[in-house]
């Protein structure tokens, strides 16, 4: 079993920056991709950013260009840095990993509120 840890949400304003960490922990060697996803109220869950163990990273469109997801370290931990926030991106935002897609397991979630 893997285990998810997200940190690092919270409120903010817009234009604002605000990153968020992912640390995994249990049996994580078969993981080779980890991503952010977010749901906002009464809409359902999006891709955010996705980064694999080799460094390969893939983005929504509507956050190019402002967000940026990293492995600081070794391959359990991932960060997602996110700049000139708006409030659209007002979510709960979901670190999640797994082996070919980043839809086996699931973190808890962390609220990110951009105020206007």
């Known amino acids: 079993q893997v285990r998810l840890v997200e940190s690092g949400g919270g409120l903010v304003q817009a234009g604002g920056f605000l990153r968020l960490s992912c640390v995994a922990s249990g049996f994580i060697s078969n993981i080779n991709i980890m991503g952010w996803y977010r749901q906002a109220p009464g809409k359902q869950r999006e891709l955010v950013a996705t980064i694999t163990s080799g460094i390969t990273t893939n983005y929504a469109d509507s956050v190019k260009g402002r967000f940026t997801i990293s492995r600081p370290g070794p391959f359990n931990t991932v960060m997602l840095e996110m700049h000139s926030l708006k409030p659209e991106d007002t979510a709960v935002y979901y670190c999640?990993?797994?082996?070919?897609?980043?839809?086996?397991?699931w973190g808890q979630g962390t609220q990110v509120t951009v105020s206007s």
């Open positions: 999640a990993a797994g082996s070919v897609v980043p839809t086996t397991y």
